[in-house]
């Protein structure tokens, strides 16, 4: 039997550390062990994008058009954003709690990522980019947000080497367990 995808089912499965992905059709749950994060104090800005950055070539929003960017993620040869999947994250978006970052090209979309933001963890989803260093810009925007708000957890579920360029780790299950209780307890704003 297939439970329907809601906010509510969403939003309880993160607070256990649960995520949905679609497995040939079929939303399947998962809970890595081991869980890859970005430390939100170690962070790594290569010099190169940092240069990228200060020439502000993107007009970075958040939530302009979150679900120009779930579409846009979804759209590769391989993915595991079903239909299903997207319909459940707009509606957990317009609960206020799935949020994108985008950045903008001469008013067209040319990258973007989004994810959950649950007290001060945000749990990453997906990231693409249409023209390059774009998705990158957003990933560097989303963590000095983060920060700024308080915000203790990062989780990018898994590791790439893509991620692992700005620090992201593997810790343990029971370490992310803890470190998203923690911090589940406060009360950051993303928004």
């Known amino acids: 039997m297939q439970i329907s995808l809601t906010p509510e089912l969403l939003e309880a ?3 256990q550390g649960i995520f949905p992905m679609a497995d040939g059709g079929e939303v399947r749950w998962y809970s890595p062990d081991p869980r890859g994060i970005i430390d939100l104090e170690s962070f790594h800005l290569p010099k190169r994008l940092a240069r990228t950055i200060r020439r502000e ?5 958040i939530n302009r058009n979150f679900e120009a960017v779930i579409r846009a993620c979804a759209s590769r040869q391989e993915t595991w954003i079903s239909e299903e999947i997207i319909r459940a994250y707009l509606a957990l978006h317009r609960s206020g709690k799935a949020h994108s970052v985008e950045a903008y090209a001469e008013g067209t979309l040319a990258g973007g990522l989004y994810g959950v933001a649950l007290g001060g963890a945000f749990m990453g989803e997906s990231m693409f980019t249409a023209q390059r260093d774009a998705s990158k810009v957003c990933l560097a925007f989303l963590v000095e947000r983060l920060k ?3 915000y203790l957890l990062l989780d990018t579920q898994f590791i790439t080497s893509h ?3 700005f620090g992201a780790v593997e810790i343990s299950r029971p370490e992310y367990m803890r470190r998203l209780e923690k911090a589940l307890a406060l009360d950051c704003r993303f928004d």
């Open 13 to 15: 499965a993160y607070r």
């Open 163 to 165: 991620l692992q360029s």
């Open 148 to 150: 700024n708000r308080g």
């Open 57 to 61: 070539p993107f007009e970075i929003v």
